[in-house]
């Protein structure tokens, strides 16, 4: 059981560069986040997913894009990467109603 | 607007020692509140969950408590041990689903 599976781990982008953010989950939970650490600041969500084919944004999502198309992935886009996305991104995933969070490893992005 | 503060930002304990991580909090209406453990490159790990109704809950050698009249609750590590070097983080629920995070309190557990 992986439970929740980020790739890639590490990744350095120049500036204006696109990618995307692999996030993979094998519990069957119906929620899924997208949260970027940074220090002093703590946890903030960029876009979350009530169930598959839906999204929302969250309280930083502007640079951002997501997909959900299965249940289990949830997907984080960056079409043009600009420095001050330097940052770790984690993703999670919940049940319905209990509120757990389940992370990921995170991955560490850094844009030149 | 509803906020979540932790304190101490940073803490560094001798082995064996005991800690009190505090988080206090505005959310309203509450649901619920969790801790995490974050260890250093690693996602974050619930410790413990706190309902309205429940004053004290223990996990081995952390306990957490609530006092919803004051918003307070606090994580109490008993025994120090080199692995509880971590991120404590604080996350209070509130109803209808929305998330509030702690920026977290590092502590540090030396020889």
């Known amino acids: 059981n992986a439970g929740v599976t980020q790739t890639p781990k590490f990744r350095v982008l120049k500036t204006g560069q696109s990618m995307t953010l692999l996030c993979a989950q094998d519990?069957?939970?119906?929620?899924m986040y997208w949260y970027r650490q940074d220090p002093g600041m703590g946890l903030r969500l960029i876009h979350y997913?009530?169930?598959?084919?839906?999204?929302a944004k969250g309280e930083v999502p502007d640079g951002y894009n997501v997909s959900r198309l299965k249940k289990q992935n949830f997907l984080l886009g960056l079409e043009s990467a600009a420095p001050s996305q330097t940052s770790v991104y984690f993703c999670?995933?919940?049940?319905?109603?209990?509120?757990?969070?389940?992370f990921g490893e995170g991955s560490r992005l850094t844009v030149l | 607007k509803n906020q979540v503060e932790q304190s101490p930002q940073s803490l560094i304990i001798l082995e064996g020692k005991n800690c009190t991580l505090q988080?206090?909090?505005?959310?309203?209406?509450?649901?619920?509140l969790r801790w995490y453990k974050q260890d250093t490159g690693r996602g974050p790990v619930s410790l413990t969950i706190?309902?309205?109704?429940?004053n004290t809950k223990s996990n081995g050698r952390y306990t957490a408590t609530l006092d919803a009249d004051t918003k307070q609750s606090s994580l109490h590590i008993t025994a120090s041990q080199l692995s509880d070097s971590a991120s404590y983080i604080c996350?209070?629920?509130?109803?209808?689903?929305?998330?509030?995070f702690g920026k977290g309190t590092s502590l540090l557990v030396t020889p």
């Open positions: 997913s009530v169930g598959e084919g839906t999204t």
């Open positions: 996350v209070v629920r509130a109803r209808g689903y929305a998330l509030n």
């Open positions: 519990m069957n939970h119906e929620y």
């Open positions: 706190m309902t309205f109704s429940e």
């Open positions: 999670a995933s919940s049940l319905k109603n209990t509120g757990e969070l389940f």
């Open positions: 988080c206090n909090y505005t959310v309203s209406p509450f649901s619920n």
